[in-house]
């Protein structure tokens, strides 16, 4: 079966500082890979997503994520926080890329940014 | 164009009450999902729906819980003899390729 891990709940990080954002997964063929952002009180918002080819991808807000087979990782970065960026990140994994494709997700991780 | 609409935003109920919650997709989407997201339990998959396929429902935890998509759109879960560990926020989610798009969910709360 599938699984996610998140391994940190909360994360602080200053205004302008870099950010990194683990995700590790378990699942036995290609992995598709995503990665949500929810805003309090709202739904999830797609930021980006690994289905293969390049394994450094580019999404919404500036962030990018690496899948790194060997690791089972696909983790989260961005090089400049903004204060607007404080929400909760969800990594998920998908079976397939057609429609159909529902989601495991993982615990999620709450990111705080101080001023 | 409008996203995809939940209603209630939130419900409060008595134990053992049945409730019903809405979910309204993207026009033109042909896949619909329904998770929970909960404290305990974090994001789960319920159901889904695709065009007039049977739905896959092995994301749904006990029998108290259906649903149904009506002439491929609207979508209603249904929670029989509520019980407070159903207190949780309910997604849903509509697409038709890879992306899926969330609506704002709905808070039930079971006293």
């Known amino acids: 079966a599938q699984s996610v891990t998140q391994p940190d709940i909360h994360i602080t990080v200053s205004e302008g500082a870099s950010l990194e954002l683990r995700c590790n997964y378990s699942?036995?063929?290609?992995?598709?890979l995503f990665w949500y952002v929810q805003s309090p009180g709202q739904g999830l918002q797609l930021l980006l997503k690994?289905?293969?080819?390049?394994?450094l991808v580019q999404g919404i807000k500036g962030f990018e994520a690496e899948f790194k087979r060997s690791q089972s990782s696909f983790n989260l970065r961005k090089p400049s926080v903004h204060w607007s960026d404080a929400a909760e990140y969800f990594c998920?994994?998908?079976?397939?890329?057609?429609?159909?494709?529902?989601?495991?997700f993982g615990a999620g991780t709450i990111l705080r940014v101080k001023s | 164009g409008a996203g995809v609409s939940q209603s209630p935003s939130n419900k409060v109920t008595e134990k053992g009450k049945d409730v019903e919650l809405r979910c309204d997709p993207i026009?033109?989407?042909?896949?619909l999902y329904w998770y929970r997201q909960s404290l305990g339990q974090g994001l789960e998959f319920l159901i889904y729906f695709q065009g007039n396929s049977a739905p896959d429902k092995s994301g749904l935890p006990s029998d108290r819980f259906s649903a149904e998509r009506t002439g491929g759109s609207v979508s209603t879960l249904t929670i029989q003899r509520t019980q407070q560990e159903d207190s949780a926020v309910y997604l849903c989610a509509s697409s038709r390729n890879y992306e899926q798009y969330f609506g704002p969910g709905t808070r039930l709360t079971v006293t």
């Open positions: 998920a994994v998908g079976e397939s890329v057609s429609v159909g494709n529902k989601l495991v």
């Open positions: 699942y036995g063929a290609t992995p598709y």
């Open positions: 026009s033109g989407h042909t896949a």
């Open positions: 690994y289905f293969s080819g390049d394994t």
